[in-house]
C-alpha cells in the first residue's frame, strides 16, 4: 500500500514539475522569439521593407524589429520604450491607402493633414486618441504611385505631444519607390 502512494505521490510531483516547466515557457518563449529579429544600430541606418519598395532611417539606439520570416513590416521602438512606429507596405497610391489606414485605425472622422516630405513624397495623417496615450496614424506616397507606406505611431504612458518631433523625424525619412 505505500508503495503504491509513493507511485501516486512521484507521478503528482513530476505532473506538477512538467506543469511548471512548460509555464516558464509559455512565459519566456514569446518574447525571445520577438527579438530574434531585433537590431539596434549606434548610427542612423537606413532599413527597408517589401523588398525594399519602402525605405525608411532608423534612428541610432531605436530598436528595429521584424516578425519572423516577414519581411513586409517592421516596428521601430524608442530607447525609453514608450514610443512604437509600425510601418507597413500598403497597396495603392497614398489617398487610397491612408484612407484604409483611417478607417482600420478608427480615424475616419479625424482631420488629417497633408504635407509634403523633404524627399518630394506626401504625407497624410491624423491624431487618434486613446486611453493608454494616443496613435498618430500616416500615409506616406504619391497619387500615382502603386504602393505607399502606412505608418502607425503608438505612444503609451505618455502623449503624442511629448514625442511628436520624434515621429515626425522618422516620418520625413520614409521613402517609397515609385
Not at 519602402?54 to 531605436?62: E, K, R
Request: net charge negative.
Amino acid at each position: 500500500m505505500k508503495s503504491a502512494t509513493a507511485l501516486v505521490l512521484a507521478c503528482v510531483g513530476a505532473l506538477g514539475a512538467a506543469a511548471g516547466i512548460g509555464l516558464a515557457a509559455a512565459v519566456a518563449i514569446p518574447p525571445s522569439l520577438a527579438n530574434l529579429g531585433a537590431t539596434v544600430y549606434e548610427a542612423p541606418t537606413e532599413v527597408s521593407i517589401a523588398d525594399a519598395s519602402v525605405s525608411l532611417t532608423a534612428p541610432a539606439g531605436w530598436i528595429v524589429r521584424r516578425p519572423p520570416f516577414d519581411d513586409d513590416e517592421l516596428t521601430l521602438t524608442s530607447p525609453d520604450g514608450r514610443l512604437e512606429i509600425a510601418v507597413t507596405e500598403l497597396r495603392g497610391g497614398f489617398d487610397t491607402a491612408y484612407a484604409d489606414l483611417a478607417r482600420d485605425g478608427g480615424a475616419q472622422d479625424a482631420a488629417p493633414v497633408t504635407e509634403t516630405l523633404s524627399s518630394g513624397a506626401r504625407a497624410r495623417h491624423a491624431e487618434v486618441s486613446d486611453p493608454d496615450g494616443g496613435v498618430v496614424l500616416a500615409a506616406v506616397g504619391d497619387e500615382r504611385g502603386p504602393v505607399s507606406a502606412g505608418i502607425v505611431a503608438r505612444v503609451t504612458e505618455a502623449g503624442v505631444a511629448d514625442y511628436r518631433y520624434a515621429i515626425a523625424e522618422v516620418l520625413d525619412t520614409v521613402r517609397v519607390a515609385s
